[in-house]
């Protein structure tokens, strides 16, 4: 009987732009958009993830299409319960006991009412006990840092809704900072400087197309350009342009600027021995940002520190949190629990 309660406990990585579900002994199972599509009139779930995504800026009246987190935190609190429920029983075909211990992921800069609405959310989906774990904490786990030693190791997190800096020794967090600029500035900002500069309207689907294609937070050895599609705003006609990655980076510069001086402030705010630890070891980024090209060198070249990426970026997070699902006991001590009264 045992085996049957083993593979039930699962770690949930619940972001503003992706959610990652890893399961006890199976490792990470799902990886798929946080969006809903739901019928605007009934409420009923259309789609979820990849699906649901796809309907992003394209669906009738009827239907809307909608992303249950912003900025790390849940914004449509209905929505997230139906995604997480929806995730929770894609991975467990075996619905009569499906009643899993669940660890999510939250922002370290979360309050406690935001931290509730995830433990709500994750009861309400048919969890039996919910444990939160803060992302810095799951992305260096996962990033394989050695969290418990008495060394300093630096973690920068990149998402979708915000970028977590932390420095974490001996299990915990030293000094922390959270910042509500991500990977969504980055799309927005990409928005605001084509409709500035071409005054052409874009999607958010085209702007994060062209930040991943383009877009670069160090000059690049051989600068690239591509067409960019969207809509005239004097005329009101679809048109194309050619747009280059330098441009592309003069448009991120904002966004960019203030995630490094995060990394900048966090390094301000640690105590010096560690601070010296983290010269040694240099910085781990992680999270879909780390993606962007030249952004290790834009930090490297601001603080003088060696940074590293994680292997496997996108998904140090859930492994991390997948850690503490394997090794409960153990890891117990990082994970911030409550008891909940029935």
Request: with cysteine; charged share 25%.
């Amino acid at each position: 009987m045992a085996n049957s309660f083993i593979g039930r406990d699962m770690a949930v990585d619940l972001g503003t732009a992706n959610t990652l579900v890893y399961v006890r002994g199976r490792g990470v199972l799902l990886d798929e958009p946080s969006v809903v599509a739901m019928n605007a009139g009934t409420g009923e779930v259309l789609a979820v993830g990849h699906e649901a995504k796809r309907m992003i800026g394209r669906t009738p009246d009827n239907i809307t299409a909608l992303r249950p987190l912003k900025d790390g935190v849940i914004a449509d609190f209905d929505g997230c319960e139906q995604m997480l429920r929806h995730f929770i029983r894609q991975v467990h075909r075996r619905r009569y006991l499906a009643k899993p211990r669940l660890v999510v992921c939250v922002p370290s800069g979360i309050t406690p009412v935001e931290q509730r609405a995830v433990k709500e959310a994750g009861y309400q989906a048919g969890a039996r006990r919910v444990y939160i774990v803060e992302e810095p904490m799951a992305a260096a786990i996962g990033a394989g840092l050695p969290v418990h030693e008495a060394t300093g190791n630096m973690v920068v997190d990149v998402g979708g809704g915000t970028t977590e800096v932390a420095v974490i020794s001996l299990g915990g967090i030293v000094t922390s900072l959270s910042i509500r600029t991500a990977g969504d500035d980055l799309d927005q900002a990409v928005i605001a400087w084509m409709k500035k500069t071409y005054s052409l309207l874009l999607g958010e689907r085209t702007a994060e197309e062209i930040k991943m294609s383009l877009g670069s937070a160090f000059p690049l050895a051989k600068e690239v350009e591509a067409e960019v599609r969207g809509r005239d705003m004097v005329s009101g006609l679809p048109r194309t342009v050619m747009v280059s990655s330098a441009e592309v980076r003069q448009a991120l510069e904002e966004p960019l600027h203030n995630i490094v001086d995060a990394v900048r402030h966090t390094l301000d705010q640690t105590p010096p021995e560690l601070a010296g630890d983290i010269m040694d070891r240099g910085i781990v980024l992680t999270g879909g940002g780390a993606l962007l090209r030249g952004l290790d060198e834009r930090i490297r070249h601001e603080t003088g520190m060696p940074v590293h990426i994680a292997d496997d970026p996108l998904s140090s997070v859930a492994l991390g949190a997948g850690r503490c699902v394997e090794e409960f006991d153990a890891l117990q001590q990082v994970l911030v629990s409550d008891h909940r009264r029935f």
